[in-house]
């Protein structure tokens, strides 16, 4: 065996130190909502879009999870769904919660923002029916209270990204 000199000790610490190609993290969807806190459990209706019930203080809230995007099987747009037209206090927490973990696992967005969004998805939870969006940083949020047809009220918040999911500067990315 070779003996290490000085200048191969630096040369190597040099070549560790240096930037090499990112690893992109990947996280399936719906584990990532099934293993945060206050899982109930859940049912995947289709290959896109699945139930998960979370525990909302004394109560349960149902979240309807849909992947509306895909980019080589990696997930680009999600939709997050209440079937609910005033989410209270502890629901709130849990749909924010949802968002937000979506928010940084599946679109690597910086959890500094985590303030900003949570601000943003209670106030328009007190407005009436809408259908607006707002971008934080390189991801939008789109929130969108309705009325079907058979009376039912909905919230739904959908979250997209610019770029590609895997690719530089988003290399954070969930998959179906």
């Given at each position: 065996m070779k003996a290490l000199t000085p200048k191969t000790v630096l040369a190597t610490l040099l070549l560790a130190a240096l930037p090499?190609?990112?690893?992109?993290?990947?996280v399936p969807l719906r584990s990532l909502l099934e293993s945060s806190?206050?899982?109930l459990g859940s049912i995947r209706l289709d290959g896109s879009y699945f139930v998960v019930?979370?525990?909302a203080g004394t109560k349960s809230l149902l979240l309807g999870v849909g992947t509306d995007g895909l980019y080589l099987n990696r997930v680009d747009t999600v939709t997050v769904a209440a079937q609910k037209e005033y989410l209270t206090p502890e629901?709130?927490?849990?749909?924010?919660r949802a968002v937000i973990d979506v928010s940084l696992k599946c679109f690597n967005l910086r959890a500094e923002r985590q303030a900003a969004i949570n601000t943003w998805l209670d106030r328009q939870?007190?407005?009436s029916l809408r259908d607006?969006?707002?971008?934080?940083?390189?991801?939008?949020l789109r929130f969108?209270?309705?009325?079907?047809?058979d009376g039912q009220y909905w919230t739904f918040v959908r979250l997209s990204r610019t770029g590609k999911p895997g690719v530089t500067p988003w290399l954070n990315y969930c998959t179906p």
């Open positions: 090499g190609s990112a690893q992109a993290a990947t806190p206050g899982n019930s979370k525990k629901e709130r927490a849990v749909f924010r939870n007190a407005s607006v969006q707002t971008d934080f940083g390189p991801m939008t969108i209270r309705e009325l079907s047809d």
